[in-house]
């Protein structure tokens, strides 16, 4: 008898099709990307990761900070939840009849809701923007009022609900009509006791420390929105998809300030453990009975992939992780390290302006030199396109030191380091030593970190 062959063996179709990636993607995907990755030599080859680390075909090593965007945030491949999508996997279990009650799922939310005061219920999706989406809808069917206020700057998804409360211009050109929201300055309770003043207002959605740029809401602002809203009737929505599950110290970034308790609370990205899409919309329990009013309405909202056994079983293993690993006092620990480390490099180099963020959520800013000669080179560089510096700076630190970061967003002159939760001192050495070095060379006013600013302004000037 022969053996059978299997009618898929994916081993086998990477080994054969794996060098195929970049003219995959420019053939069939976004071909902007990997003309991108190309233009800054971003277009590495990585063939496997584990914690806070990439190898690459040559063995060689690079330190991971920036985790998927926030996804990765017990690092690739953890054991623990791996073994759990084993488990799942082998239990073949009867998920998503979509007309019964499965455990995990109702397991998973008693597990959130117990590092989540004040709150009640949870939905389960497939995303954060899917996460804000449904904070959304539940604020204006509650509230039964139309509009939504967010701060200039946010981000919160790119779908049309989580687009409509963006506050960057670059992703909404394009896309109007969106829905009617309005934008405020993070930070100002002038204009968000204007706007509640009109009566039309259901709530305020807010990330407690910003993505784009690494700014913190300010000292007492969350407490006094949450008056504000309350006192007419809107509802506090604080969007944690990447603040949260330990980025910044505390289980939540809301909780740096002491009586604030939002009304809805978007989770997701680290929830997955960097394996399953999930989202998550924690909320009080009369918004939930609101929306869920009668039987009739027991699909109103609903998701056909939501709380699938795999999300919720991967969900379930991070939050053990969390708290045998004890991972938010790491985060804490480990980026008081970073920053203060950071912090003190500022009084060295003139091109280095500011060091902020909470926990293992940094944002380095540079600024315009004071020496004539750094000065007409960063001159240079914002006539062209302002963030073209920070791009030097992630460039020579993925090439030269093979350490992975990003621009904080576009036109900012800000490097977001959201490293996995799980990294220690000997990375925190890493990073600081190769960041040193590039400080260095971009402060001796020439070499070839300028000859790529001098590229970077040819096509950023092409691109006009």
Known sequence: MKDEQPGFDLARLLAERGAERYELHTRHLNHQLPRMLHTLGFDKVY???????????????????????????????????RRALHDVLDASLADLTRFDCQPLPGLLAEKLLAHSPHLDRVYFGNSGTEAVETALKFARYATGKPRILYCDHAFHGLTTGSLSVNGEKGFRDGFAPLLPDTAIALGDLDALRRELGRGDVAGLVVEPIQGKGVHASP??????????????????IADEVQTGLGRTGDFYAYQHEEGVEPD???????????????????GKDWIFKRVYSSMDRVLVHSASFGSNAQAMAAGLAVLAVMEQEETVANARRTGDLLRERLAALVGRYELL???????????????????????????M???????????????????????????????????????????????????????????DDAHSGGGLMWDFGRTLVKQAVANR
Not at 219 to 236: I, M, T
Request: aromatic residues 6%; contains cysteine; charged residues 20%.
């Open 264 to 282: 809805l609370l978007c989770v997701a990205k680290a929830l997955s453990g960097g394996y399953v899409p999930v989202g998550a919309t924690l």
């Open 47 to 81: 063939e496997r990761a584990e914690g806070a680390h990439f190898w690459d075909a040559e063995g060689n090593d690079y330190l991971d900070m920036l985790a998927g965007f926030g996804v990765m945030g017990l690092g690739r491949h953890h054991p623990v939840v």
């Open 219 to 236: 000292p007492g602002f969350l407490r006094e929105a949450q008056d504000l809203l309350h006192r007419h009737k809107a509802v506090l």
């Open 353 to 379: 302006h500011e060091v902020r963020g909470r926990g293992l959520m940094i944002g380095i800013e540079f600024g315009r030199p004071s020496s004539l000669g750094l000065r007409s080179r960063w001159a």
């Open 381 to 439: 560089l914002q006539a062209a396109r302002k963030g073209l510096f920070a791009q030097m700076v992630v460039v020579p630190l993925l090439q030269k030191h093979r350490i992975l970061t990003q621009v904080s967003g576009d036109h900012l002159e800000v490097i977001k380091l959201i490293p996995p939760l799980v990294i220690g001192e000997p990375e925190v050495d890493r990073f600081v030593t190769a960041f040193t070095a590039v400080m």
